[in-house]
């Protein structure tokens, strides 16, 4: 059986209480409880983590790639929170690892500040899913499932 990883970066330890209006009221535990029911459908393991420091994403994307080499990880669900319109680190590391990564969000960016309208990720990434609420999570597992090398 396969892994699917499901990364989240900064403060979304704090689904649930941060900005609801934005985020929905389901906490980052929830998430976790949807993303397995949707790896039990697709017939995959759930690796769910979060930081909030970018030198530990960045090291669990390479991690990520020699698991995807080695034929363990079906691929990566990234919610790189700020760090999306920020990172030139995670762009570089999901480029070298070569691990294919669904990016995710939550709320959709693009109809927010635009601050949040650029990502360094998504010319690096699989696909993107966006706009969808907490739901968005368990599509870009779903995604996973039909990303081929
Ligand atoms: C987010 C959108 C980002 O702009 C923001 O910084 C986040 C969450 C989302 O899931 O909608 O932390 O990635």
Redesign the pocket.
């Known amino acids: 059986m396969k892994t699917a990883l499901v990364l989240n ?4 330890n704090l689904l649930g209480t941060r900005e609801p209006a ?2 929905g009221a389901q906490t980052l535990a929830d998430v976790e409880t949807l993303c397995r029911q949707a790896c039990a459908t697709q017939g995959f393991g759930l690796d769910f983590r979060q930081s909030n420091h970018e030198g530990v994403l960045v090291d669990w994307i390479q991690e990520a790639g020699r698991a995807y080499a080695a034929g363990t990880l079906a691929g990566v669900v990234f ?4 760090y ?2 920020t990172s030139v680190a995670l762009h570089d590391a999901i480029k070298g690892s070569g691990v294919p990564v669904i990016e ?4 959709n ?1 693009h109809a ?1 500040e635009p601050f ?1 309208h650029h990502s360094y990720l998504s010319p690096a990434a699989r696909g993107v899913i ?1 706009g969808f609420g907490v739901a968005g999570y368990a599509l870009a597992i779903t995604a996973l499932a039909g990303v081929t090398a």
Do not use: D, E, F, Q
């Open positions: 970066g900064p403060n979304l934005v985020y919610n790189a929170g700020a999306t319109h995710l969000h939550i709320s960016v927010r949040r966006l």
